[in-house]
């Protein structure tokens, strides 16, 4: 177990629909990052929030948001879904977030978007 | 943009072999390097890293390499197991992407008894 918790695991939903995935990070990281992961493809970064600020941005479509709350929960809303956001959202934590330190992530056990 | 390449994408050995994964980066400031191991379905797991200030570092049966100078890093695994079998991905922190990790593709390493 990482820490991270995730929730849903599993969620089938319709093209064209709004969803949330919702991330709590390991107690005492400040980072929160996600990734996206579709079949065949590797571990694409989204973005990553620091402490409630957005910190950088990776290949996160316009239709996809994300906003990290005061107690460093965060939640990925994707809306407007379309067959190919299907895939395994893995939201993951770092103590650290400012800075090249070099920082180990710790990844959550995903959530699984089956679009229809 | 800033990316992280990984060869091969599938590696299949005997048990007892040893495997070699190899990835190159393109931001000469990145300086930390991770490996991680993905069994099907679960989430990465981080397996060993390095920072740029180390050529070498070893735990086990596993063993990573750095060359700054040439952007490459590669993973070792030596006397491969069944339970090797899994994705493995390299990452490097990219300036660009924060405190982020950027991940290669990934390597799909099959070993059979």
């Known amino acids: 177990d990482s820490g991270v918790t995730q929730t849903p695991k599993h969620l089938i939903t319709a093209t064209g629909q709004r969803v949330t995935l919702r991330c709590s990070p390991r107690?005492?990281?400040?980072?929160v990052y996600w990734y996206q992961q579709s079949l065949d493809q590797g571990l694409q970064f989204l973005i990553q929030?620091?402490?409630?600020?957005?910190?950088a941005k990776g290949n996160i479509l316009e239709r996809f948001s994300a906003q990290q709350f005061p107690d460093l929960h965060s939640e990925l809303n994707l809306s407007s879904l379309e067959l190919g956001d299907s895939a395994l959202y893995f939201c993951?934590?770092?103590?650290?977030?400012?800075?090249?330190?070099?920082?180990?992530?710790?990844f959550g056990e995903g959530s699984w978007l089956t679009v229809v | 943009g800033e990316n992280v390449e990984q060869h091969p994408s599938t590696l299949s050995v005997q048990e007892g072999d040893s495997a070699v994964i190899k990835c190159t980066y393109s931001?000469?400031?990145?300086?930390?390097f991770p490996w991680y191991k993905q069994e099907l379905g679960k989430r990465p797991q981080l397996i060993i890293d390095?920072?740029?200030?180390?050529g070498e570092k070893k735990d086990q049966r596993i063993a990573v390499t750095l060359n700054k100078t040439a952007k490459h890093f590669s993973l070792h695994i030596t006397e491969t197991q069944p339970e090797d079998s899994a994705v493995y991905f390299c990452?490097?922190?990219?300036?660009?992407?924060?405190?982020?990790?950027?991940f290669g593709k990934g390597t799909t390493l099959s070993v059979s008894s």
């Open positions: 993951a934590s770092s103590v650290e977030g400012m800075g090249l330190s070099g920082n180990t992530i710790y």
């Open positions: 107690s005492g990281d400040l980072s």
């Open positions: 929030y620091y402490n409630g600020e957005e910190r």
């Open positions: 931001d000469s400031a990145s300086n930390y």
């Open positions: 390095i920072r740029s200030n180390v």
């Open positions: 990452a490097a922190s990219m300036k660009q992407a924060g405190t982020a990790l950027i």
